[in-house]
């Protein structure tokens, strides 16, 4: 059992990273865009032709794409002072709770999210002042949503495994991390920096 949900955690994590790279790099062009339009515009006179819609559109890839990935890293914000006080078996049980509302709640949000997709195509909605698609980005909220879901139904399968044994080893769930740990591990991080 414990390897078929590390397969199924791999094979969704060859998804996800790809898509939060991408994510990563929206959020570099958006930047370097916003760079580049401050320029134009305070040196030149001239700002960039349809810039507030490139940046409403790019908001979502670097927005949703990276959802199950953080998910995934367990890098979404948390109650963790609260998590790591409780025993391991309390703790996976609280975590199994969790994460079956975290998928309810995304359940409910795709429906209106396909919604919003399916009316932005139909009726052919663009940007205001240059006629941007809307539908694209519209409908990668859905397929991050949807991406969320499976993580989320991964997360859930490992942490009630380890619900009903918790001497098992953890797989395809994040492990809480406590406050020394980080701490220890940006320190070491500012180390190898200094010596770089």
Do not use: C
Request: proline share 6%; no cysteine; hydrophobic share 55%.
């Amino acid at each position: 059992m414990g390897d078929l949900l590390a397969r199924t955690d791999r094979a969704l994590a060859r998804v996800e990273t790809p898509l939060n790279l991408i994510g990563g790099v929206f959020v570099l062009g958006l930047a370097a865009l916003g760079v580049a339009q401050v320029v134009m515009r305070s040196v030149f006179g001239m700002p960039i032709l349809g810039y507030v819609d490139v940046i409403e559109q790019g908001t979502a890839v670097f927005a949703f794409l990276g959802l199950a990935f953080t998910q995934r890293a367990g890098g979404h914000i948390r109650m963790e002072i609260l998590i790591q006080a409780l025993p391991r078996p309390a703790l996976w049980r609280v975590e199994v709770f969790n994460t079956l509302f975290a998928g309810m709640v995304v359940t409910l949000l795709l429906p209106g999210a396909w919604q919003y997709f399916y009316r932005a195509w139909s009726i052919g909605d663009s940007t205001m002042s240059v006629g941007l698609p809307t539908w694209p980005s519209k409908l990668l909220v859905f397929v991050s949503l949807g991406l969320l879901l499976v993580r989320l139904i991964v997360q859930l399968w490992g942490f009630s495994r380890l619900a009903v044994r918790p001497e098992a080893d953890p797989v395809a769930v994040p492990l809480p991390a406590n406050a020394a740990e980080v701490a220890a591990g940006e320190v070491n991080l500012i180390r190898q920096e200094r010596h770089k």
